[in-house]
Antibody
Framework: EVKLQQSGDELVRPGASVKISCKAS????????MHWVKQRPGQGLEWIGA????????EYNQKFKGKATLTADKSSNTANMELSRLTSEDSAVYYC??????????WGQGVMVTVSS | DVVLTQTPPTLSATIGQSVSISCRSS???????????LNWLLQRPGQSPQLLIY???NLESGVPNRFSGSGSETDFTLKISGVEAEDLGVYYC?????????FGSGTKLEIK
């Protein structure tokens, strides 16, 4: 059974960074793209970027370059996203989503990041 | 960036009613490889989105066949033939033909 288990909710100070993770199981993690999506409260979905672990290639939405850094730990089948220089605009739920048989066919449960002093 | 315009923004339906959601793209979504990367997602209240339809008309495994997708180039439609209570939520179209991937603004389906 394919599962994407994301790390817990985060409360972070403005200006700080946060790293959230997405542990994959039930499929060959390295062979498929992992995407990250942002959803602000009551709003729609925004694509942040994606990583293909087997070739360590990343692609970013220009809007999130310098904000998000995507990495993959092949030894633990875990995709990570670090968000830097956080502001209130970064308060959102962040999802990981895989593309195995089809793009975005499996999703994590989401991580709520709250930026507040 | 490709803009996906979904209509209507909200939809109210009775159980058993058939409904359609439109998704119009600012550019053709036909890729050079011959595929059209237009997917439909459903986000139920308090849940992660789930894939319903991929590549315009392919039903994701486990999704009821009352859902169907059609269209080409810039005009796409999701149809629900006989709405059920569990279908309430927000429906999104999304495209992966052009970078960056983009989503429509969503259509909220309410059950009367």
């Amino acid at each position: 059974e394919v599962k994407l288990q994301q790390s817990g909710d985060e409360l972070v100070r403005p200006g700080a960074s946060v790293k959230i993770s997405c542990k994959a199981s039930g499929y060959t993690f390295t062979s498929y793209s992992m995407h990250w999506v942002k959803q602000r409260p009551g709003q729609g979905l925004e694509w942040i970027g994606a990583i293909i672990p087997i070739i360590d290639t990343t692609e970013y939405n220009q809007k999130f370059k310098g904000k998000a850094t995507l990495t993959a730990d092949k030894s633990s089948n875990t995709a990570n996203m670090e968000l830097s220089r956080l502001t209130s605009e970064d308060s959102a739920v962040y999802y990981c989503a895989s593309g195995i048989a089809a793009l975005f066919d499996y999703w994590g449960q989401g991580v709520m990041v709250t930026v507040s002093s | 960036d490709v803009v996906l315009t979904q209509t209507p923004p909200t939809l109210s339906a009775t159980i058993g009613q058939s409904v359609s959601i439109s998704c119009r793209s600012s550019q053709s979504l036909l890729d050079s490889d011959g595929d059209t990367y237009l997917n439909w997602l459903l986000q139920r209240p308090g849940q992660s989105p789930q894939l319903l339809i991929y590549s315009v008309s392919n039903l994701e495994s486990g999704v009821p066949n009352r859902f169907s997708g059609s269209g080409s180039e810039t005009d796409f439609t999701l149809k629900i033939s006989g709405v059920e209570a569990e279908d309430l939520g927000v429906y999104y179209c999304m495209q992966a033909t052009h970078a960056p991937l983009t989503f429509g603004s969503g259509t909220k389906l309410e059950i009367k």
